[in-house]
């Protein structure tokens, strides 16, 4: 079965700087979908950034960026500059192939941003 | 993306108590979710309502607890029957845009239950 693990409960970072979140996922399927997704505290799950598992290049979305490493099963999320705005919980969420629809989503990684 | 509204976003209900969550998209949909979050977790797929077909419910989740309905494209709503306290969760409606270079979940702003 497809899992995907968040080995970070909390993170902190201080303004401006750059946060890594971890992300690893098991799955024999070689098409599939990766996902971040950031939940504030006003609780709106938002979409930070998506990747194709069938594409090298890795996804960027201005400040955000992802390191897919397809054979490490390995998907972590970088932040850049981060901001206060970016204070959140992160969920990682896999996506198997077209044809089946069920999100798998890890327990999350709280991202403290220090002023 | 797609916009997603629901109805309520927060209510308290009394123990034994019925309460009926609106979920409404701003473009016809496919498939429609609904997850139920508890505080401080992560999310658990309740059901997939698909419009014109009965909702397929995951395991631990029954149709007599969580009643769906899907009458048209935009439109679901979830049902929490005979709350009980372990209901207290924030529920969250779902859509995948599909068609695109990725098929992609967009949420709704979610509902939070306290059952008493």
């Known amino acids: 079965a497809q899992t995907v693990t968040q080995s970070q409960p909390e993170m902190s970072v201080q303004e401006a700087e750059t946060v890594t979140l971890s992300c690893t996922y098991d799955t024999s399927e070689s098409d599939y979908y990766l996902f971040w997704y950031k939940q504030p505290p006003s609780r709106q799950m938002i979409l930070v950034i998506r990747q194709e598992a069938y594409k090298q290049q890795n996804a960027t979305e201005n400040r955000f960026s992802v390191n897919f490493q397809k054979a490490a099963k390995s998907f972590s999320l970088k932040i850049s500059d981060s901001q206060l705005g970016d204070a959140a919980m992160y969920f990682c969420a896999y996506r198997p192939p077209p044809g089946t629809y069920k999100y798998i989503f890890g327990t999350g990684t709280r991202l403290k941003v220090l002023a | 993306s797609a916009v997603i509204s629901q109805k309520p976003s927060r209510d308290i209900c009394q123990r034994g108590t019925s309460l009926t969550i609106q979920c409404q998209v701003d473009?016809?949909?496919?498939?429609m979710f609904w997850y139920r979050q508890q505080p401080g977790q992560s999310l658990t797929l309740i059901a997939t309502?698909?419009?014109?077909?009965?909702?397929?419910?995951e395991s631990g989740f029954v149709i007599d607890k969580f009643p769906i309905s899907r009458p048209n494209l935009t439109f679901s709503t979830l049902t929490v029957s005979n709350m009980s306290p372990e209901d207290s969760s924030i529920y969250l409606c779902?859509?995948?845009?599909?068609?695109?270079?990725?098929?992609?979940?967009?949420f709704g702003p979610g509902t939070r239950l306290t059952v008493l």
């Open positions: 309502a698909n419009q014109g077909s009965e909702a397929t419910y």
């Open positions: 779902s859509v995948e845009l599909t068609g695109g270079p990725t098929d992609t979940q967009y």
């Open positions: 473009s016809q949909v496919t498939m």
